[in-house]
C-alpha cells in the first residue's frame, strides 16, 4: 500500500504542480505526518520536492523535473493506463485523463528513441518473514499473466488437501494482507482465488490461453467481499497512533480527554483479530464488547501457553 500511495503521490505533483499537505492527507485518508514520511520517501529516491510555507505555499516539484522514460516498463504502463480508463468515473475531477496522456507519451518517447522494452522484475517490499518465499511466485505470475501462458501449480487448501492444477492466471491481487492469483482453474471449469502461500509448486506451461472477461471486481464481491462488518472501538497510547492512521486513516482517530481513540467500521475476520493482538498492550478495545471478550479469552490463552498464572 505504501509504494502504491507514494507513486500516486508523485502523478498528482506531476499533474497539478503544487498541492497542499491537507490535500494529500484528505485524498489518501492518512495524517499530514505521514504524508510527510512519504515526501520524505520521494525526496530519499531523487525526487526534488519544493515544500514553501504560508499563503500561497504548498508542496511542488523543481520546475525542471521530469519522469525518466525508463521508470516504468511497457507492461508496467499499460496496466496503469487501464486502471486509470476503469476509474475515470470514480473521480469528479480530469486527473485520470492527464494521467493517461502523460503515460501515453511517455510510451510515445521512448518508441522514437528506440528503446528496446522489456518486462521488469517484479519485486513486492514486503515487511514480514515471507518476502523470500513471495517474491519469485508473484515474479512467475506476473510473467505468465503477460505472455497469456498457463501454470501448473500444486496447491494446498485451507483444510491441507493437496491437489494438482492447471490454471490460467489472470490478476494478481491482494485481499486482507495476503496475496492471491485470480485464475480460470481447468480442473473445476471456472474462476477461483488461489492464496500464493498456498503454492508450493508453480512452472509456467507452453500453454498458451484466450483471455475472456472476467468479471473480476463482479465475482469478488458477490463471492470474496461478503464480510460481517462491525463498528469497532479501541483506545490506544501515542506511541502506535502512527501505525493506527496508517490502517484505519486519520478520519478514524480523536482524543476524549487525555485518551486516544480510534473507531471504524472493519470487516469482521481472523485477519481482524490477528491484527488487534499484534499491538498487545499498546491498545484496549471498547466495542464491540463480544470482540474484547474474544481478545481476552485469546491473551488468557497465550498466558497459559507460556507457563502464566
Given at each position: ?51 514553501v510555507s504560508g499563503v500561497g505555499g504548498g508542496i511542488s516539484l523543481a520546475d525542471d523535473y521530469t519522469v525518466d ?241
Amino acid at each position: 500500500m505504501q509504494q502504491s500511495t507514494v507513486f500516486s503521490i508523485l502523478m498528482i505533483l506531476l499533474t497539478k504542480r503544487k498541492v497542499s499537505r491537507d490535500y494529500l492527507a484528505e485524498r489518501f485518508s492518512v495524517s499530514k505526518r505521514t504524508v510527510s514520511r512519504y515526501l520524505n520517501i520521494l525526496e530519499d529516491a531523487g525526487v526534488p520536492i519544493v515544500s514553501v510555507s504560508g499563503v500561497g505555499g504548498g508542496i511542488s516539484l523543481a520546475d525542471d523535473y521530469t519522469v525518466d522514460k525508463n521508470f516504468l516498463s511497457e507492461a508496467e504502463l499499460a496496466r496503469i493506463r487501464s486502471a486509470l480508463d476503469k476509474t475515470a468515473d470514480d473521480f469528479p475531477d480530469n486527473v485520470n485523463r492527464a494521467l493517461s496522456e502523460k503515460l501515453e507519451h511517455l510510451g510515445k518517447t521512448r518508441e522514437r528513441d528506440g528503446y528496446i522494452i522489456k518486462q521488469d522484475e517484479l519485486y513486492i517490499d514486503c515487511e514480514y518473514e515471507q518476502a523470500a518465499f513471495l517474491r519469485p511466485r508473484l515474479r512467475t505470475l506476473s510473467q505468465a499473466i503477460e505472455v497469456k501462458r498457463a501454470v501448473e501449480i500444486k496447491y494446498i487448501d485451507s483444510r491441507g488437501c493437496v491437489s494438482y492444477r492447471t490454471v490460467e492466471p489472470y490478476t494478481l491481487v491482494f485481499k486482507s494482507g495476503a496475496w492471491y492469483v485470480y485464475a480460470m482453474c481447468r480442473l473445476r471449469g471456472d474462476f477461483r482465488l488461489f492464496r500464493l502461500s498456498r503454492i508450493s509448486d508453480i512452472r509456467i506451461t507452453s500453454k498458451s490461453f484466450m483471455r475472456y472477461e472476467s468479471r473480476l471486481t463482479e465475482k469478488l464481491e458477490l463471492e470474496y467481499y461478503n464480510d460481517i462488518y462491525i463498528e469497532l472501538e479501541f483506545e490506544f497510547f501515542p506511541a502506535v497512533r502512527e501505525s493506527v492512521e496508517d490502517w484505519l486513516g486519520g478520519d478514524a482517530v480523536s482524543e476524549r480527554g487525555t485518551t486516544l481513540l480510534a473507531r471504524a467500521e472493519v470487516p469482521l475476520t481472523d485477519a481482524l483479530y490477528k491484527h488487534l493482538l499484534a499491538y498487545g498492550s499498546s491498545i484496549k478495545v471498547t466495542e464491540p464488547p463480544e470482540l474484547a471478550e474474544r481478545l481476552k479469552e485469546d491473551a488468557r490463552l497465550m498466558l497459559e501457553v507460556y507457563g502464566g498464572a
